[in-house]
């Protein structure tokens, strides 16, 4: 009747003490404790999505190869937002983007050519009226 595993270890995991991480804040606790520390509780922070925002990044050396024959580049309309300085530059190009690290910008200059950094959109701010002038009307 019980094909030799007495009256209540056939039924599930029985004698075992469970199935896999059973028991672990009962009878398993010890070996929760000093094997596995970090199991149970939240940990580490994760910023949200709407916040973070990667460049698309291309070096000086795979302009070149990338763009073969051109000798004036805009990288903004190619996709890329921000030009970086590793790599050999070979040829005079005028490239045109949004950020440039100084490495970028000094080996392109350093090979005659030109660089154009697009400025962001700035937001004026109100002019302060003078206080001369309000008390002439008061």
Not at 25 to 53: A, E, L, T, W
Not at 81 to 101: H, R, W
Request: no cysteine; charged share 35%; glycine share 14%.
């Amino acid at each position: 009747m019980t094909h030799g595993r007495g009256k209540k270890a056939g039924r599930g995991a029985g004698l075992r003490g469970g199935k896999g991480n059973a028991g672990l804040h009962k009878h398993r606790r010890m070996y929760m404790i000093k094997n596995m520390p970090d199991h149970f509780g939240r940990h580490g922070f994760k910023r949200p999505q709407s916040i973070i925002k990667k460049d698309k990044t291309i070096n000086v050396g795979n302009l070149e190869g990338k763009f073969p024959g051109k000798k004036e580049i805009d990288l903004t309309k190619e996709g890329y937002d921000k030009l970086l300085g590793a790599g050999k530059l070979n040829s005079k190009l005028k490239i045109k983007v949004e950020k440039a690290s100084q490495n970028a910008v000094d080996k392109i200059k350093e090979k005659g050519g030109e660089i154009k950094l697009m400025d962001a959109p700035t937001v004026e701010q109100p002019v302060a009226k003078d206080v001369e002038s309000a008390d002439k009307k008061e």
